[in-house]
């Protein structure tokens, strides 16, 4: 696997549609606040430790959560790793999904956590209710949702989401719910205004701002919580403050671009689609997606999911992930691509994409 990342890394003709990034234009302010911290040479003494007041501010104007608190994290992944730290210890139990983003469960399987990895390839693609019911005992703490869920793309309607915080709530556990692709969904709902003293969000800026590579999220919780936490964060001399001015930078601006983006990201997701209808055994589960990503269901073509990464990869330069890494149950059924790209490399999947599914069937 390290080997397609060398390689990824070290070509500057790869297309990335394998980590959701988001590669599409956004506010030449961004570019400006990094040149401005970088010439002021703000980078030589630690920042604050909480993230800077107007980023938190511009956080918790976002997530229009006035009554949460907040740490700023390097990425949601610092976020949920301490998280894991505080409310998952040894013997307790979280009730995850399979297909997953699964970095996560490693954090808390580290603590001696165990996760319960619900299969949630079929039906709605989504968690069912009946399913979280059943797998609730008295060593669960906490519910991790993914909403929009990478890989899949699916996100809960309102009733859905209302149900499992009453389930949460019934059982005086935690949802966590991770909402780094939120922005791309066209409807959505945070658990936290649904049960605002139980939810901890995770908060992101690396896809929806395309700030992925400045590593700048946050932890987003009840007062008490995120005091109790504070002193115990990974980044507690603060996190790289260059990207925080990027992060502000680009959270003052959203409105002026994100509105473009969504519309090239939606119309790649289409593209993709007429590519994929005209393939027999290829499928779509989730369309469209809510997120900056799609699942495309190779299990009824002869096709293997690692050798649709690898000919895309060496013979094409295009990187997508084939669905082992975000599914151990039902990796061997799809590959996962990104779109919030620029279209003409969107383009170029979609003609290749066919050939590589040709060549191998
Ligand atoms: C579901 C989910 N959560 C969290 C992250 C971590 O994002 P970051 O650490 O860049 O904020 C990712 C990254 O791909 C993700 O897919």
Redesign the pocket.
Known sequence: MSNDFDYAHSNKNVIWMS??TNHLPTHSAVQEAIRKSSDEREYTKYPLASGLPELRELILNDLNLPEHDLHIT?????A?YCLMRHIQPKGSEMITSDPS?FV?HKFAKLGGAKCTDLPIYNGNYRFDIEDIKNAINPNTKSIFL?DPI?PLGSTYPKDEKRAICEVAEDHDIWVID?I??RDFAPDHHLAADLLPEKTIT?Y????NCGL?GL?V?SLVGPKDFIKDVRGTMVSDLGINVVGQRASIAALETKPEWLPGLLKTARHNQSLIKGAVDKIDGVELPVYPSAASMMVIDISKHKANPQDVQDKLLYENDIFVRAGNYVSARFGENFIRVSFSIPTPEVEKFVDVFPKVMDELS
Do not use: F, H
Request: glycine share 14%.
């Open positions: 980590q959701n390097n990425g949601g992944t610092e949920l983003y996560i993914i990478n991770d780094t692709y995770a992101s800026v690396s896809k992925a590593r999220g």
